[in-house]
């Protein structure tokens, strides 16, 4: 239950925040290294652009959070009652095959990463690191749908009074 009471307190907008921090302090120090100093630092850009992954990953894992994620609702707006439940049923359907499907795959290929030991060529980090935030926003993703498909069934079975 405490991983749940953390994943619902914030968690992809505590770590987003922290990771845009630590980018634009580290862009900061390479504009004043070039510029000032003369001397541009090797690793900053790098470790700048796997924040910058960890961001989107994490961002499209708190927009599916708070459903803000960009949707066709042209066909779903025009429809009423069963038929436009019915409609949006598929979609999260087809949007939860997906991210599963995405999750496995990015698994699979962080884990190979990881056998393999690869690591980047300026700042040494292990890539499984930059490939691991496909994979733990995919995950994050289908924890999230998963999670609104059960709280709307809880909203409906409350507003018809069950």
Known sequence: MKVLKILNDKFE???????????VILVFMQ?????????ALPWSEEIARFLFL????LGASYATKEKKHIRLDIIVSRLKGKAQMAVSAVAYIVWLVFMCILSVLSLQL?????????ISTAA???MWIAYGSVAAGSVLCVFRLIQNVVLDRMQEKRGDGK
């Open 110 to 118: 962080t884990a190979n990463i990881f056998n393999l030991g690869q």
């Open 31 to 39: 504009v004043i290294c070039r510029y000032v100093l003369h001397a």
């Open 54 to 57: 960890w961001i989107i990953w």
């Open 13 to 23: 907008e505590v770590l987003s925040v922290i990771c845009l921090a630590i980018m």
């Open 124 to 126: 040494a980090v292990p």
